[in-house]
T-cell receptor
Framework: GDSVTQMEGPVTLSEEAFLTINCTYT??????LFWYVQYPGEGLQLLLK?????DKGSNKGFEATYRKETTSFHLEKGSVQVSDSAVYFC???????????FGTGTQLKVEL | GAVVSQHPSRVICKSGTSVKIECRSL??????MFWYRQFPKQSLMLMAT?????????EQGVEKDKFLINHASLTLSTLTVTSAHPEDSSFYIC?????????FGPGTRLTVT
């Protein structure tokens, strides 16, 4: 079946450091890919998405590129802030459906 | 953006009792609502999908008689955990969709003693 694999956390970075959170997927066909963020005490929020190969999703300084050849959708940000501390979930959705398949989530801690 | 609320945010109940969790879309009409379960350090697991006015569709391995889902209106869905046991202790998250993106609630922490 479909699955999403994320790097284990927690990831601890200093403010202004470069961030990469790895995400790879297994799925048949051409899924859409998503990154969600969950701040403490809040629900998941859509951060960015990409619907086809080579698409780049971007939002709030974060970006991720849909790489079909490596089945990856790694999340990157050039300079993290303390306010980026949260749990990040990678997810996929098959075309035409509404079911999301999530990775395990990666906790990011950004320190001053 | 669209807001989804859940109530209660945390609940403790005794083994054998039932507990109801509410999920509301506050500023949009949700034609579809989803219920997820999350174990520590594990991914969100979809339990069921419900469309307003019809029976929920449960994922394989989810007991529909234990996890009762009602989606009686376009803004409210409820999940009732019947005859709860300690193994049902978990974090339950709902999401709501108006046909496009899913909007997630903040989750409900259930502890069964």
């Amino acid at each position: 079946g479909d699955s999403v694999t994320q790097m284990e956390g927690p990831v601890t970075l200093s403010e202004e450091a470069f961030l990469t959170i790895n995400c790879t997927y297994t799925a048949t066909g051409y899924p859409s890919l998503f990154w969600y963020v969950q701040y403490p005490g809040e629900g998941l929020q859509l951060l960015l998405k990409a619907t086809k190969a080579d698409d780049k999703g971007s939002n709030k300084g974060f970006e991720a590129t849909y790489r079909k050849e490596t089945t990856s959708f790694h999340l990157e940000k050039g300079s993290v802030q303390v306010s980026d501390s949260a749990v990040y979930f990678c997810a996929l959705k098959k075309g035409g459906g509404n079911k999301l398949t999530f990775g395990t989530g990666t906790q990011l801690k950004v320190e001053l | 953006g669209a807001v989804v609320s859940q109530h209660p945010s945390r609940v403790i109940c005794k083994s054998g009792t039932s507990v109801k969790i509410e999920c509301r879309s506050l500023d949009f009409q949700a034609t579809t609502m989803f219920w997820y379960r999350q174990f520590p350090k594990q991914s969100l697991m979809l339990m069921a999908t419900s469309n307003e006015g019809s029976k929920a569709t449960y994922e394989q391995g989810v007991e529909k008689d234990k996890f009762l889902i009602n989606h009686a209106s376009l803004t409210l869905s409820t999940l009732t955990v019947t005859s709860a046991h300690p193994e049902d202790s978990s974090f339950y998250i709902c999401s709501a969709s108006d046909g496009g993106e899913q909007y997630f609630g903040p989750g409900t922490r259930l502890t069964v003693t």
